[in-house]
């Protein structure tokens, strides 16, 4: 373990892999005496950089899918407890697919933050970890998500993806029955920073029943709501 102790405290050796500020992130991290690092949060670690650290903080505040993607390429990668900070508006997404020991908010207060990293660091690997090397696979009627692959199947037959329609079609096996109007799909899938209209949700949703072929009615339309996948019941279809 790479704590030390001072004046009774365990400082330990953080790494934020953020965009901004950890103090700007985390206000109560910077009344810690925890010793905090920073690396951008596209950046990806290796099992060696992350090793001389005692946890990794992953900020989600401004950029959640790209906070998830750090998540899911940390797996098999290091056994280094991993927070995730995120808004609490975004806490319904994250699944134990993410690999994450624990989550925090930004307004967590010191005491908090300490005791939670104290936790994380004694535990054990969290579920992901102890399940293998790679995230478990999602799958809805019939159409299986192989997120360590990054593959998609419909009733093994593969489909031929691009990145986005492949985030896109997890996303909505992930929440199998749900609805969500275009506006979510552009905060879950493109990101709160993406700054094109609604109009390139239908497009990928076009492309996606296109390679769905004959299972394209998976992916229903709810007149004036948006898009679900699976649904029991249809509402039509306006596309």
């Known amino acids: 373990m790479l704590e030390s102790r001072q004046r009774g405290v365990h400082v330990m050796q953080l790494l934020c892999l953020t965009?901004?500020?950890?103090?700007?992130?985390?206000?109560?991290?910077?009344?810690?005496?925890?010793?905090?690092?920073?690396?951008?949060?596209?950046?990806?670690?290796?099992?060696?950089t992350a090793a001389r650290f005692d946890a990794l903080i992953i900020d989600g505040t401004l950029d959640i899918r790209g906070a998830r993607t750090a998540c899911l390429e940390l797996l098999g990668?290091?056994?280094?407890?991993?927070?995730?900070?995120?808004?609490?508006?975004m806490l319904s997404i994250v699944t134990p697919e993410w690999g994450v020991h624990d989550v925090?908010?930004?307004?967590?207060?010191?005491?908090?933050?300490?005791?939670?990293?104290?936790?994380?660091?004694?535990?054990?690997?969290?579920?992901?970890?102890?399940?293998?090397?790679?995230?478990?696979?999602?799958?809805?009627?019939g159409v299986v998500i192989d997120e360590g692959n990054f593959t998609a199947k419909v009733h093994d037959r593969?489909?031929?993806?691009?990145?986005?329609?492949?985030?896109?079609?997890?996303f909505l096996i992930g929440h199998s029955g749900r609805v969500f109007t275009r506006d979510q799909l552009l905060a879950e899938v493109w990101?709160?920073?993406?700054?094109?209209?609604?109009?390139?949700?239908?497009?990928?949703?076009?492309?996606?029943?296109?390679?769905?072929?004959?299972?394209?009615s998976l992916i229903s339309t709810v007149r004036g709501v948006g898009y679900g996948f699976a649904r029991a019941h249809e509402e039509g279809n306006d596309d």
């Open 104 to 141: 925090m908010l930004p307004t967590a207060s010191p005491n908090e933050i300490d005791l939670r990293l104290r936790l994380a660091v004694a535990g054990s690997p969290g579920p992901a970890s102890e399940a293998g090397d790679s995230p478990a696979a999602v799958s809805a009627a």
């Open 19 to 48: 965009d901004i500020d950890p103090a700007d992130a985390l206000p109560g991290l910077d009344l810690l005496p925890h010793e905090v690092n920073r690396s951008p949060l596209k950046v990806r670690l290796n099992a060696s």
């Open 77 to 89: 990668e290091s056994e280094v407890p991993r927070l995730l900070l995120c808004a609490e508006s």
């Open 158 to 170: 593969l489909l031929d993806l691009t990145y986005k329609e492949f985030e896109l079609l997890h």
């Open 191 to 216: 990101g709160t920073d993406y700054y094109g209209g609604t109009r390139t949700v239908d497009v990928h949703i076009r492309r996606l029943r296109a390679k769905l072929g004959d299972q394209e």
